[in-house]
């Protein structure tokens, strides 16, 4: 099983970075498949230091729970890609103090 799923993390993170994966598309993907992506965002973000103010406590389901309340609540952004979807719902949420890029990149398509 976790062999599974890191194949499916993988297998996300690289549907991503080769074709600017959108909301519209993330939301075609299976319960598991959803929740296998942002699990490995959240990894990369986490391991990439970004500043929010995680403590720790937060698991992947209720990171998972506040992408997918952003996606139901903000139906107009789900043609973004899905790093602007997750930076946007988690800097919110999370009140994180974020990289320029991510910021500047969501005010952008705004």
């Known amino acids: 099983m976790k062999k ?3 194949v499916a ?3 996300m993170m690289a549907a991503n970075a080769q074709a600017g994966l959108t ?3 993330y939301m075609t993907f299976s319960l598991d498949g959803q929740q296998a992506y942002i699990a490995g965002y959240t990894e990369g973000i986490t391991f990439m230091g ?3 103010n995680f403590d ?3 698991t992947y389901l209720q ?3 506040i992408v997918e309340k952003y996606l139901r609540n ?3 952004n789900t043609h973004w890609e899905m ?4 930076g946007d719902a988690i800097m919110k949420a999370f009140d994180c103090k974020g990289s320029d890029a991510v910021i500047k990149a969501t005010e952008a398509v705004k």
């Open 4 to 6: 599974l799923l890191i």
């Open 50 to 52: 970004a500043n929010c």
């Open 63 to 65: 990171i998972f729970n």
């Open 23 to 25: 909301g519209n598309t």
């Open 83 to 86: 790093s602007l979807i997750y």
């Open 74 to 76: 903000n139906p107009e």
């Open 9 to 11: 993390i993988l297998t």
């Open 56 to 58: 720790g406590s937060q």
